[in-house]
């Protein structure tokens, strides 16, 4: 076995993520493309369960807007009724230096 195998699962044992599934978040993960990272989950699910303001939330970087439809479900989950705003610059063009 490679040590690039065997790091990161070394790592997960000392460190194991936290993370949140259940049905829904499977299915999403699996057909909306993103860059989540397992973590993500469980802090949203964390954060929005916990939320105790009305003020809108923003998320700067959706992409293709897997976390955006993870975000979204769990205020819905937790009947949270904030508006939500979404962006992206959406600029993949590896010449635009600005
Ligand atoms: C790691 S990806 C986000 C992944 C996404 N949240 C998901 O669930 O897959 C980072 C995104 O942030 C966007 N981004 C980076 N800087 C930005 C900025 N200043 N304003 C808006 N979007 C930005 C990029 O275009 C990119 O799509």
Not at 38 to 64: H, K
């Amino acid at each position: 076995m490679k040590v690039q195998t065997i790091v990161p699962r070394v790592k997960r044992l000392i460190h194991p993520i936290k993370t949140y599934q259940d049905d829904f978040t499977r299915w999403l993960g699996f057909c909306n493309a993103g860059m989540l990272h397992p973590g993500n989950t469980y802090c949203f699910d964390y954060v929005i369960r916990n939320l105790s303001s009305d003020a809108p939330i923003m998320e700067i970087g959706a992409f293709c807007g897997l976390s955006t439809n993870m975000i979204c479900y769990f205020m819905r989950k937790y009947k949270k009724k904030n508006i939500f705003y979404s962006v992206d610059a959406w600029d993949y063009d590896p010449d635009n230096t600005q």
